[in-house]
């Protein structure tokens, strides 16, 4: 079975400019949440879906940042305008079902710099 | 790999030797932890959960004990092995699919 896939799997950009991460989630996962890693603060988590519908979105940082789910095989988050300090590795997971209490899986991350 | 702390507390190992790695979770409501690996340039891996209502929980070569009392989660590795090396990282459910992941350990397994 092929995990949930990310793409680009490396993006530099200069600030100011749209940033557009992507997420194919496990066929049949209707959970999927979206990460951001830096070496400061280590893994948070921005937001998490259910059944394409956005349930906590409390670790967005600002609004600049977005995140859609438009069905069930996919999700994007989004940044504009991008900023040097929004640099890190996105990440997204996904499991099945609406249960807390099983483990996440993770895509290959999104290495985002912005310059 | 890039995606760690800079000063990420680092376990040394020799090859075959058994690991202990520790980790301090912070809600004593948490009810659901993992330990995931990540190697430099993937995604956190799983390898194995343990649920509150168990002190211990045994896989294939890991072993996960969890210590309620003073909010304390450890993973044992045995039989250390190089393909072990990787940052590993406990997460607890603070509840509603919010999990807390701890700033990770890096295991460093010597030949």
């Known amino acids: 079975d092929a995990g949930v896939i990310q793409s680009p799997r490396h993006e530099v950009t200069e600030m100011g400019q749209e940033v557009t991460l992507r997420c194919k989630p496990i066929?049949?996962?209707?959970?999927l949440f979206w990460y951001r890693q830096t070496m400061m603060r280590g893994l948070e988590l921005l937001i998490y879906f259910n059944n394409n519908v956005p349930i906590d979105d409390s670790g967005m940082p600002e609004d600049r940042f977005s995140a859609k789910m438009p069905n069930a095989s996919f999700s994007t988050l989004k940044i504009q305008p991008s900023e040097p300090r929004d640099s890190a590795v996105y990440f997204c997971?996904?499991?099945?079902?609406?249960?807390?209490?099983?483990?996440?899986?993770f895509g290959d991350g999104t290495r985002l710099s912005i310059l | 790999g890039e995606s760690v702390g800079l000063h990420l507390p680092t376990l040394s190992v020799q090859e075959g030797d058994n690991s202990i790695i520790n980790c301090a979770y912070s809600?004593?409501?948490?009810?659901?932890f993992i330990w995931y690996k990540q190697e430099s340039g993937k995604g956190p891996q799983f390898i194995i959960d343990?649920?509150?209502?168990?002190d211990k929980r045994q896989g294939q070569r890991v072993t996960v004990l969890l210590n309620k009392t003073v909010k304390h989660l450890s993973l044992q590795i045995a039989a250390t092995q190089p393909g072990d090396s990787a940052v590993y990282f406990c997460?607890?459910?603070?509840?509603?699919?919010?999990?807390?992941f701890g700033s990770g350990t890096k295991l460093n397994v010597k030949p």
């Open positions: 343990i649920r509150s209502n168990m």
């Open positions: 997971a996904t499991h099945r079902g609406a249960n807390p209490n099983q483990p996440q899986h």
């Open positions: 997460a607890e459910n603070q509840g509603f699919n919010k999990f807390y």
């Open positions: 066929s049949g996962h209707n959970s």
């Open positions: 809600n004593s409501a948490s009810d659901y």
